[in-house]
C-alpha cells in the first residue's frame, strides 16, 4: 500500500506540475530512461521539488520517465540540439565525443568509495576537464548521479573469473567496458538500460552487467537469477541542460536552479550504499543468488585487465592521460 500511495503521489505531483507549467515563466522538461521509481528518478523529484519551491512557481520541472521521450543512447544530441530542455544520460553516452569519460570504467580503478567521492567532486582534478569538454557538445553539466559499481549477471552460475566469460555473449553500455570484455575473452554486444530485460528474456545475451540497483528498479530477478559482485567500473549518470537554453535564464533563474541540483547531488552520493544495500537484499529475497569473488578471482579479473588500461591512453590522448593521471594519485 506504501509503495502504490507513492506512485499515485507521484503520478498526481507530475499531473498537477504539467497544468502549472502553463503559469511557469520557464519549463524544464527532463527525459530520464529508468522509471520514476528509481533511485535517479527520485533523485529528479527532489530536484523538482526544490526549484519549484525556490523559484516560487515561476519553474516547472518536467519528468519523463521510462524512456518516453528519448532513450539513452539518444539524449546527449537530443539536449545539445536543444529537442528538449534537460536529460539524464549514462556518462559513457558522451565517448564519441569526448573517449576521455571512460576513465570511471578502466576495470578497478576506482575500487573505494573515497576513490570515487573524490573523482566526482565538483572540480575534481578529473571530473572538471570532463564536464569543461563536454560543455563542446551543445550541453552543461549541471549534476552528477551516483549509481554504484558495476556488477555482472548470469543464470544458474556466478561469473567468477574471466574463464566463465569465455565465448560468452555480454551486455555493456560502453566502449571501454565492450574492451573489458573482450579482453576476458568475451563478445561485448551494447544494449540501453531500457532494452535490458528483453535482451535477458530473450537470450540476446548470456551475461548482463549493471548497477545493483538497476536490477532492483527493472526487477531484472525476473530474468536472471545470479549476480556477481565485481564492482569492475563505478557507473556514473550525469544530468545536462542544453547551453544555449541555459544561458538564456536569468541569473536568478540559474542560482535556483545550480543550488537545486547541488542539493540533489549530494543527497544522491549521500545515499549509495545503502540504495546498494537495498538492492542487495530485495535481489536475494526475489530468489536470487549473491555471489561475491575471492581476492584470488578478483587477481585474475585485473591480469586480463591490462590492456583496457593501454588502450584507453592511445584513443584518449592528452586528456585521457591528464584524468588518468589524477585518478591515479587519489
Known amino acids: 500500500m506504501k509503495t502504490l500511495n507513492w506512485a499515485l503521489g507521484a503520478a498526481i505531483a507530475l499531473g498537477l506540475s504539467a497544468g502549472s507549467a502553463l503559469a511557469a515563466d520557464t519549463t524544464l522538461r527532463i527525459s530520464l530512461q529508468l522509471p520514476l521509481t528509481s533511485h535517479l528518478g527520485q533523485n529528479l523529484l527532489l530536484f523538482k521539488e526544490e526549484v519549484e519551491k525556490n523559484s516560487n512557481g515561476d519553474i516547472a520541472v518536467e519528468i519523463y520517465d521510462s524512456a518516453q521521450l528519448y532513450k539513452d543512447k539518444e539524449v546527449p544530441a537530443a539536449v545539445g540540439s536543444g529537442a528538449i530542455e534537460m536529460g539524464v544520460a549514462s556518462l559513457t553516452r558522451y565517448v564519441g565525443d569526448v573517449p576521455a ?12 568509495e573515497d576513490k570515487v567521492r573524490a573523482a566526482v567532486a565538483p572540480g575534481s582534478a578529473v571530473r572538471g576537464p570532463l564536464d ?15 549509481y554504484g559499481g558495476a556488477i555482472m ?3 544458474e552460475t556466478p561469473i567468477k573469473t574471466p574463464e566463465d566469460m569465455k565465448g560468452k555473449k555480454v551486455r555493456v553500455f560502453g566502449k571501454t567496458l565492450g574492451d573489458f570484455v573482450k579482453a576476458a575473452g568475451g563478445a561485448p554486444t551494447l544494449i540501453s538500460g531500457s532494452e535490458q530485460y528483453l535482451a535477458y528474456q530473450r537470450g540476446t545475451v548470456d551475461i ?7 536490477v532492483k528498479s527493472r526487477k531484472l530477478w525476473d530474468v536472471m537469477d545470479t549476480i556477481t559482485v565485481t564492482n569492475n567500473a563505478d557507473i556514473e549518470f550525469i544530468v545536462v541542460v542544453n547551453t544555449d537554453f541555459w544561458n538564456g535564464l536569468s541569473d536568478e533563474h540559474k542560482a535556483i536552479v545550480e543550488a537545486a541540483a547541488l542539493t540533489a547531488e549530494n543527497d544522491v552520493r549521500d545515499r549509495m550504499s545503502q540504495i546498494e544495500a537495498d538492492a542487495y537484499k530485495a535481489a536475494e529475497e526475489n530468489g536470487m543468488t549473491v555471489y561475491r569473488p575471492t581476492a584470488d578471482e578478483i587477481a585474475a579479473w585485473k591480469t586480463v585487465s591490462e590492456p583496457v588500461y593501454e588502450a584507453y591512453i592511445e584513443k584518449t590522448g592528452d586528456l585521457g592521460q591528464k584524468v588518468m593521471d589524477a585518478a591515479k594519485k587519489l
Open 208 to 214: 548482463g552487467m549493471t548497477g545493483v540497483s538497476g
Open 153 to 155: 549477471l548470469s543464470k
Open 132 to 146: 569543461e569538454a563536454i560543455q563542446d557538445t551543445g550541453s552543461t553539466v549541471l549534476w552528477w548521479q551516483a
Open 101 to 112: 569519460v571512460d576513465i570511471f570504467y578502466q576495470p578497478f580503478l576506482f575500487d573505494t
